[in-house]
């Protein structure tokens, strides 16, 4: 009995090192992944639940890694945060997303790309020059981007509220990702300075066919709109979801039912097809 208690503590530490040396690698890599272009971005198309077009897309980083090939950004965001490099990366998500929607422009294509911007760089003193500087080098103006940010952001910091008015009186929309995920009570809503909700994932997949649970969806939209605010769903996989979410007054809708994020000749190839169908 003892020996196997050391055993399993000794293969306890030895995973708890391997985990750390990853998250170490991980870091490290993030410094020079822009340089080095190991940074893709990925579009998922998000539709009118009205009219059933492409509205937007938002933008979704793609990074792979010289050893452990692909992570997901769910992984080395908080990395990438923790090791200062998301200044850099986020900056770069900011030019390659207005050049895609440039040249998505000059082929015919007009869209807009919501993207993600996480606390530490919401915090940045220079993330307004960083957005206007983007925009006007490919010729475009803040109403083709709108600003994703979570609900735990949010409710960190006061400097946070501040910054997000400063954003929207330049002419960004504001969409609070993750939506219900937080622990916010839903009175905060009228507080804070957003546009759009995004209902998070996790409601959504409770809408099944037979045993639905629409309880808090159904409230969460009737809410939103109470207080003049849009409502996009995320995660939508099944039809029967994407229906229920359209009779309850959704105003967008997202996930593999639709689309999964595709690269951007990939998203071309789908909305050129999608408007012909
Ligand atoms: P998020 O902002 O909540 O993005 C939605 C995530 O759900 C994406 O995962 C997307 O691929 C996935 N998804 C979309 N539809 C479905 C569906 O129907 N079913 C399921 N199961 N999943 C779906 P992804 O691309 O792995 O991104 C994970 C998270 O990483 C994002 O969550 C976001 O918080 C963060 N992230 C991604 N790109 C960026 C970025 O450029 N900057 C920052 N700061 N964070 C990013
Ligand atoms: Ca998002
Ligand atoms: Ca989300
Ligand atoms: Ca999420």
Redesign the pocket.
């Known amino acids: 009995v003892k020996e196997n208690g050391r055993n399993n503590i000794c293969h306890y530490s030895e995973k708890l090192e391997e985990a750390f040396s990853r998250k170490k690698v991980i870091g490290r890599q993030l410094l020079s992944a822009v340089d080095n272009g190991e940074l893709e971005l ?1 579009y ?1 198309p998000i539709l009118s639940a009205s009219t059933l077009d492409v509205v937007k897309v ?4 793609r990074w792979t890694s010289p050893t452990f090939g692909p992570v ?3 992984e080395f ?1 908080p990395l990438a945060e923790a090791g200062g490099s ?1 200044f850099g990366i ?1 900056n770069w ?1 900011l030019r390659k997303v207005c050049a895609d929607l440039r040249s998505f422009r000059d082929e015919g294509l007009r869209l807009k790309a919501a ?4 606390g530490m ?1 919401l915090m940045q003193p220079g993330l307004p020059e960083q957005l206007a500087e983007a925009l006007a080098d490919h010729g475009l103006t803040a109403d083709s981007l709108e600003l ?1 940010i ?1 609900e735990t952001v949010l409710m960190s910091d006061e400097d946070i509220i501040s910054s997000l008015i400063n954003l929207r009186s330049m002419g960004f929309c504001i969409s609070l ?2 939506f219900g995920t937080g622990f916010s009570s839903l009175s905060y809503l009228r507080t804070f300075p957003v546009d759009l909700i995004k209902i998070d ?1 996790s409601f959504v997949s409770g809408i099944q066919p037979g045993a639905s649970d629409d309880t808090l969806v159904r409230a969460i939209i009737e809410l939103s709109h109470n207080l003049g605010l849009r409502v996009v769903s ?4 099944l039809k029967e979801q994407f229906d229920l979410l359209c009779a309850l007054g959704s105003d967008q809708l ?4 639709i689309s ?2 595709l690269p951007a000749s990939a998203l071309k190839a789908f909305i050129s097809g999608y408007a012909s169908a």
């Open positions: 990925h998922q938002e933008a979704l980083l997901s950004p769910a965001i998301i986020g998500v993207v993600n911007i996480s760089q994703e979570t990702d993750d994932r995320e995660g939508v996989e997202q996930g593999y039912f999964r994020p």
